[in-house]
């Protein structure tokens, strides 16, 4: 099973999010998303790789058992993922059962 879904505002719907990062010393990054246009909290995550378009040592950050590399590998899952979306467009099912029936 492959599926997308946008996280939507559970108050307003909305698909504008911030992401909002709690880093603590030795344990992983934890991001609250939170909904940019009425401030309602949408989902929390634990993260167990962060990567972003830019690459640890371009950011002056030391190496972390929590930052991956933004390598090929990354920039293709991209391109399929917006592949598929263009493909096959959102599931509007709940993130939720989406997750769940991928478990199963």
Do not use: W
Not at 25 to 46: H, I, L, N, T
């Amino acid at each position: 099973m492959e599926k997308i879904r946008f996280e939507h505002c559970p108050v307003c719907g909305s698909v504008r999010t911030e992401n909002i990062f709690h880093i603590k010393s030795g344990e992983p990054p934890v991001v609250f998303v939170r909904c940019a246009d009425c401030g309602a909290f949408v989902s929390k995550y634990v993260l167990s790789k962060y990567t972003s378009d830019k690459p640890a040592e371009m950011l002056n950050a030391p190496p972390s058992k929590f930052v991956a590399p933004f390598d090929d590998e990354v920039k293709k899952s991209y391109e399929n993922l917006q592949k598929l979306l263009k493909e096959q467009g959102e599931d509007f099912k709940l993130i939720e059962q989406l997750i769940g029936e991928a478990d199963k």
